[in-house]
């Protein structure tokens, strides 16, 4: 492990304009981030990847964008109101807090002081709506994206030809009122969840449960620079609504590990829904002249940190130079392309016109700064897979030098292929 690792991510994270601490110029608000340029292009090729992958190349799934507000019995309903709890404990000495469930022993992890008896707090937050005094309504800022999925479920079966099994795809903000928000990214109190919600017949929810599980690491595999960091954690202390529940984890992480959820929720969330709304929320099978409540396989994970795991994943430094080795499906460019000279109106232009036409199609950073070597490692440093030097030659024979972002080789490719040669790396 590379030291310092989570001290340079979040300064990379910073310098080139991923992430930024939230309202910083009033002394930031513990708990809450801002993707910088860089950032919001990686988060939303991320998001792309995850929608794509579960809408195309699955049958049966569809997805929605529910509202973060929703009516408050909602979440009696859902166990949040009475379960959603963090029992919190504070050292005597130093005052420092800690979730009761992440220490071993009875003393601070910090200064070795003595630990008071834990207190419960409940998580969700609280909002108010309405402008009257008195008339206000209180609820609460959605505390797991999910429940949404839930209250849509009888929406989307009657809009859809969709049969048993079948999943709704969601991904949105959740708020947490974390008692120990902290380790950049990893524990927020806004953050986004990318979720899976599988309706099935409740005979089949073992095999599902196997199937989902082993489906999500195939893909979190699929976009890890190093897929051995990954491995599965099976939880022994359930969540109110789950029966079984697994979590993939970067298990190499300075900080937590989990990453996603795949939760056996079974019947509990349209039961419960049912109850509290007096809406039948049954399934009806008309060919097996079947009425049940559905069982759901639930995959919960959370974008922001897949994000933070990809990047500390990707993170290699090299002699001198740091390179981000993402997948370049993920990263913020796909491309750069430089002119030789910045004082050669010939080269620029022709650079130009080069950036114009392949900015049409993917989204590719422009750098006439400084001597090419500082502009490759510039490059580098965020993740661009190719970068382009357009140089006399050029003018005369209409190709470039393409240089490799993890071999740092460099060939000589004709203009008119330089999409296909970024496509195939896509
Ligand atoms: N609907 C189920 C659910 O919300 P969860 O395990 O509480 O389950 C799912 O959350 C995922 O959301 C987690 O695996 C994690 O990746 C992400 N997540 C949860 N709390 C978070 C927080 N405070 N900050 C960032 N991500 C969080």
Redesign the pocket.
């Known amino acids: 492990m590379i030291d310092n690792l989570m001290e340079k991510i979040v300064s990379l994270c910073k310098r080139r304009g991923f992430v930024f601490p939230s309202s910083e110029i009033y002394g930031g608000l513990q708990?809450f981030y801002d993707f910088g340029p860089l950032g919001v292009e990686m988060k939303n090729n991320l998001k792309r990847l995850w929608w794509d992958w579960m809408t195309k190349e699955h049958s049966n799934i569809v997805g929605i964008d529910g509202a973060i507000i929703t009516n408050p019995k909602v979440w009696e309903a859902s166990g949040h109101v009475k379960n959603f709890v963090d029992p919190l404990v504070e050292c005597k000495k130093c005052h420092h807090r800690f979730k009761a469930d992440d220490i071993d022993g009875d003393k601070c992890p910090d200064c070795n002081g003595h630990l008071t008896e834990p207190k419960i707090f409940n998580i969700l937050v609280p909002t108010q709506l309405g402008v009257i005094e008195g008339e206000k309504m209180n609820t609460y800022l959605r505390?797991?994206?999910?429940q949404t999925i839930y209250l849509n479920y009888k929406n989307v079966l009657n809009t859809s030809r969709l049969k048993i099994p079948f999943g709704v795809c969601q991904i949105g903000k959740?708020f947490?009122n974390?008692v120990t928000?902290g380790n950049f990214?990893?524990?927020?109190?806004e953050?986004e969840?990318c979720?899976l919600q599988w309706f099935c017949h409740p005979n089949e929810m073992e095999k599902w449960f196997e199937y989902w599980k082993s489906e999500r690491m195939k893909w979190f595999k699929s976009i890890f620079t190093h897929p051995e960091n990954l491995s599965f954690y099976k939880h022994e202390k359930l969540?109110h609504y789950a029966k079984k529940a697994f979590?993939v984890e970067y298990a190499v992480s300075p900080v937590g590990k989990?990453?996603?959820?795949i939760?056996w929720r079974g019947d509990w969330d349209l039961s419960r829904h049912s109850e509290f709304s007096g809406q039948d929320l049954s399934y009806t099978d008309l060919e097996a002249g079947e009425k049940f409540i559905p069982n759901i396989v639930?995959t919960?994970?959370?974008v922001?940190?897949?994000f933070l795991f990809l990047l500390l994943d990707a993170y290699t430094e090299e002699e001198d130079r740091i390179i981000l080795k993402l997948d370049p499906r993920l990263t913020p460019y796909k491309a750069a392309v430089f002119p030789l000279l910045a004082n050669k109106p010939k080269l620029v232009e022709r650079a130009k016109e080069i950036y114009d036409n392949l900015q049409k199609y993917f989204s590719v950073a422009w750098d006439d700064r400084g001597n090419i070597g500082k502009r490759y490692y510039s490059q580098d440093e965020i993740g661009t897979p190719f970068c382009i030097t357009v140089d006399f030659d050029s003018l005369e024979d209409n190709t470039v030098t393409v240089r490799d972002r993890d071999t740092a080789k460099q060939e000589r490719i004709k203009i008119s292929d330089l999409s296909d040669r970024i496509k195939s790396v896509l």
């Not at 990214?185 to 109190?189: A, S, T, W």
């Not at 989990?258 to 959820?261: C, F, L, R, T």
């Open positions: 708990g505390g797991e994206a999910c959740a947490r974390e928000p990214l990893f524990r927020q109190r953050f969840q979720d969540a979590d989990e990453m996603e959820g939760h639930e919960s994970g959370g922001d940190r897949m």
